[in-house]
C-alpha cells in the first residue's frame, strides 16, 4: 500500500426530518470503518478466516490533518463486541478507544461515531482493542489493524514517496513453553497480507527518496527486518522524530512499534526486504522491491547478527535537557503459575489486572515509571493517551527519546518518563495480546 491508499469518505444522504416533513441535514463522516468477517489469502495455499477492515488486511490509511477535527463512522458487521482504539493519539477515554478506560463497546450490528482532533503528527495506528483468550482468530491475532498518519506543515518535501508495511503473524496454536505456560506459535507470517512472492512488489526507481513506514501489529512477535542491498536512514520511532538520525542495517519492532526511515534507492535490481531471521521469513515475512526494467529472481543478503540499540537514536548527553522534578512510580513486573492445566497469570507489583492498582495521577505533575522485569519476557510496554521519554532500557540511562511503545528486557531494570497532561483513565499494559489476556494491565486515574 502505497502513499495513495487513502480511506474515501462513505458519503451519506440527509435523512428526512421529523416535523412537518423538514429536511435535516446529516453531515458525512470524514472516514468509513466497517468490522466484518473477511477470509486473508496469504497465499493460494494459506487462507485464514479473520475480521478486518474496510474488507482488506492491512484495514486503510487513515491521513489526518493535525489540529483538524475528523469524525470517523465505524459499523460492527462482526458476531462480536468490537471496539477501535486509536494508537498514540492524545485523546478523551470516550474516543481512545479502551474498555478498561471507559470507552464504549460497540455491539454487534450497532453503528457509531467518533469525532476527535487528531494529535500529535506522526505515523500512529488503529486496531482493536478486546481479549482473544487462546482463541488466535480474535482480537490482534487477527486482521483489525490499519495505519494513520497525522500530518503537520512540515512534512512534505523530505521524500519522493512513502511506503507503508505492516508485520504480522497468522495462524498456529497455543504450545507449552518451557516454564509450563502456553505460547502461541505461527503458521505464516507476512508483510501487508501477503506472504514473500504473492504480493505485489514495492516498485522503485533509481535516485528516488523512498519513506518506509513500517508497523509491527503482530500479537506478540518481535520482527527484524532488512532491505537486502540497502541502508534504513530512521527518521522517526513510534511517530515522534528523533533525537540523532542514524543509519543501520536493519530494523527491530516490538509488537506496536513503528519505524519510520528513508531508503536512498541507489542500487538497481530486484531484492528482498524481509524478516532476517531465516525461519522467519520462510514462514513468508517478506515483500520484493524491484526497480524499473529490472528483473529476475529476488536477491536476499543474509546479515549475520541481529542488532538494535534505543540508546544509538537518543540525545547526546551534553544536548538531554533536565526533566526537573519528578515523581517515582515503581512497577515490578513477573508472573504466576496457577497450577497444572492452568494459564499462568501475568501481574504487576504482584497482582493481576483488574485487581492491579495504579498511583493517582496530577495534571501537570512530571512521573517516571520505574520497571523491574523479574519475568523471562521481554515485554513491549505501551502507555495510552500519552507519549513518553525512554530515560533507561536495561541499565543504561539516555534522554531525548520519545515513544509510546518501548520493549522491556526480562531480568532487566527500565524507565521512562512523562508529563500527566491528558486527564482521563490512562490504560498502561504489555502489548503482547496472551499478556494482556492474562492481566498485564493497568489503569492509572487522574486526580
Known amino acids: 500500500m502505497g502513499g495513495d491508499g487513502l480511506l474515501c469518505a462513505q458519503k451519506k444522504m440527509p435523512a428526512g426530518g421529523a416535523m412537518g416533513g423538514e429536511q435535516t441535514p446529516v453531515a458525512s463522516a470524514d472516514f468509513t470503518l466497517e468490522i466484518a468477517p473477511y477470509v ?38 462482526s458476531p462480536d463486541a ?9 485523546l478523551p477515554v470516550a474516543t481512545d478507544g479502551a474498555m478498561e478506560e471507559g470507552s464504549p463497546m460497540i ?14 503528527v506522526g505515523f500512529r495506528w488503529f486496531h482493536t482493542h478486546t481479549m482473544a483468550g487462546n482463541d488466535l482468530r480474535k482480537a490482534q491475532y487477527g486482521g483489525q489493524h490499519g495505519f494513520m498518519l497525522i500530518e503537520g506543515s512540515a512534512n512534505a518535501g523530505r521524500y519522493d514517496r512513502e511506503v507503508f508495511l505492516a508485520l504480522h503473524d497468522w495462524g498456529g496454536q497455543m504450545m507449552p513453553s518451557a516454564d509450563g505456560s502456553a505460547m502461541p506459535m505461527y503458521d505464516v507470517s507476512t508483510i501487508n497480507g501477503k506472504m ?17 513506514h513500517v508497523l509491527n501489529s503482530s500479537p506478540t512477535e518481535v520482527h527484524w527486518v532488512a532491505l537486502a542491498g540497502h541502508k534504513f ?6 511517530g515522534n522524530d528523533l533525537g540523532r538520525v542514524q543509519t543501520v542495517e536493519m530494523l527491530r519492532l516490538a509488537p506496536a512499534e513503528r519505524v519510520s526511515a528513508m531508503v536512498e534507492m541507489n ?14 521469513q520462510a514462514a513468508g515475512m517478506g515483500i520484493v522491491v524491484e526497480y524499473a526494467n529490472s528483473a529476475g529472481d529476488a536477491k536476499w543478503i543474509q546479515p549475520r547478527e541481529l542488532v538494535w540499540d534505543y540508546m544509538q537514536f537518543a540525545a547526546k548527553a551534553e544536548d538531554a535537557a533536565s ?56 515485554h513491549p510496554i505501551h502507555l495510552h493517551r ?32 512523562f508529563v500527566a497532561n491528558h486527564p482521563g483513565n490512562t490504560l498502561f499494559h504489555c502489548h503482547q495480546q496472551d499478556h494482556m489476556d492474562r492481566g498485564f494491565m493497568m489503569v492509572f486515574r487522574y486526580a
Open 233 to 238: 536512514q530512521v527518521v522517526a520511532l513510534d
Open 40 to 77: 486473508l489469502e496469504a497465499s493460494p495455499r494459506h487462507r485464514f478466516q479473520t475480521v478486518a477492515y474496510n474488507g482488506q488486511v492491512p484495514g486503510p490509511l487513515l491521513r489526518l490533518k493535525q489540529g483538524r477535527e475528523v469524525t470517523v463512522e465505524v459499523h460492527n458487521r
Open 196 to 212: 514473500l512472492g504473492f504480493g505485489e512488489p514495492i516498485r522503485a526507481k533509481q535516485g528516488e527518496r523512498m519513506m518506509l
Open 267 to 280: 542500487a538497481p535490481g530486484v531484492w528482498v526486504l524481509g524478516e532476517v531471521r531465516k525461519h522467519v
Open 323 to 378: 526533566a526537573g522534578e519528578v515523581i517515582e512510580i515503581p512497577l515490578v513486573f513477573d508472573s504466576r503459575f496457577k497450577g497444572h492445566g492452568n494459564e499462568e497469570e501475568w501481574t504487576i507489583n504482584g497482582k493481576s489486572y483488574p485487581e492491579t492498582s495504579a498511583q493517582q495521577l496530577h495534571e501537570g505533575t512530571r512521573y517516571r515509571l520505574a520497571m523491574k522485569n523479574l519475568s523471562n519476557n521481554d
Open 386 to 417: 500519552h507519549t513518553f521519554e525512554v530515560t533507561n532500557v536495561g541499565g543504561t540511562a539516555m534522554r531525548g527519546l520519545m515513544k509510546d511503545v518501548v520493549l522491556i528486557p526480562a531480568k532487566s531494570t527500565s524507565a521512562v518518563e
Open 82 to 90: 468490537e471496539i477501535v482504539h486509536f494508537h498514540g493519539l492524545f
Open 107 to 120: 455491539a454487534p450490528g450497532a453503528s457509531t461515531r467518533l469525532t476527535f482532533t487528531p494529535d500529535p
